[in-house]
Each structure stands twice: as C-alpha cells, then as structure tokens.
C-alpha cells in the first residue's frame, strides 16, 4: 500500500524543499548533464527566491530561462537542483523530449550552443 499525505502536508514538504534550494549561498540553479551526471551540459540559475507553493506543487519563477553557451557536448540524460552552495536539494530528474521531469526539444547538446528551459515545477507523488 503507498503511502498518503494530506495537501497541507505536501504543501509542508514542498516548502521546505523550496527553502532548501533558497538556503545556499546564493541563488540555486538547475544542471541539464549525461547520464550520471558525468559532464555538465548546461546550467540555469533560479531565482533569489526559486518559486512559490501551491498545495503539492513547487512552480519555479523567471521562466524560461536559457543557457546561452553550453559547457560541454553530450546527450542529456539526467538533471539535478542545487542551492547556491552547490549542494544536491533534488537528484535524479530524468529528461527526454516528452514524459519526463525535465523535457527538451532535444537531448543532443553541443558545447556553446543556447540551451532554454520553458518552466519547471516539482510536484509532492
């Protein structure tokens, strides 16, 4: 049986992600890389304060927001959320071009081209 959460529970927890991604020094950021996380193709500062809370659901703020030099060439295959400390708030995002956390028009990236996500939001299963 899977474990159920009441909505102002949720909304507990994902406020608290949220000020986990705020706490670093500095704004968090969003890291596009390989599988693994091997090589980094690219990179999306949040902001200040990353999104606001709506029941289960974290809706980051400022999007879209682009990479305008890639830093390596690679397929992406997987995304992480850090704070400005550089530490892992969320790992493990998976990312395609449909159906997954994080969705591309494409995962072939090469170094210095202009990468642009469109929005993000985490939502509490």
């Known amino acids: 049986?899977?474990?159920?959460?009441?909505?102002?529970?949720?909304?507990?927890?994902?406020?608290?992600?949220?000020?986990?991604?705020?706490?670093?020094?500095?704004?968090?950021?969003?890291?596009?890389?390989?599988a693994g996380m091997a090589s980094v193709l690219a990179t999306f500062t949040l902001e200040a304060v990353c999104g606001t809370v709506s029941g289960a659901v974290l809706t980051m703020s400022g999007f879209p927001k682009s990479d305008t030099d890639a830093d390596n060439t690679g397929t992406a295959a997987e995304a992480r959320v850090r704070n400005g400390s550089a530490t892992d708030i969320i790992t493990g995002l998976t990312v395609g071009t449909s159906g997954a956390d994080i969705n591309l028009d494409s995962l072939s990236i090469t170094a210095g081209q202009t990468v642009t996500l469109n929005s993000a939001a985490i939502t509490h299963a």
Not at 11 to 33: H, L, S
């Open 1 to 34: 049986m899977s474990v159920i959460y009441t909505t102002a529970v949720k909304a507990a927890r994902m406020t608290a992600v949220r000020d986990e991604i705020d706490g670093g020094a500095g704004a968090g950021y969003i890291e596009i890389g390989t």
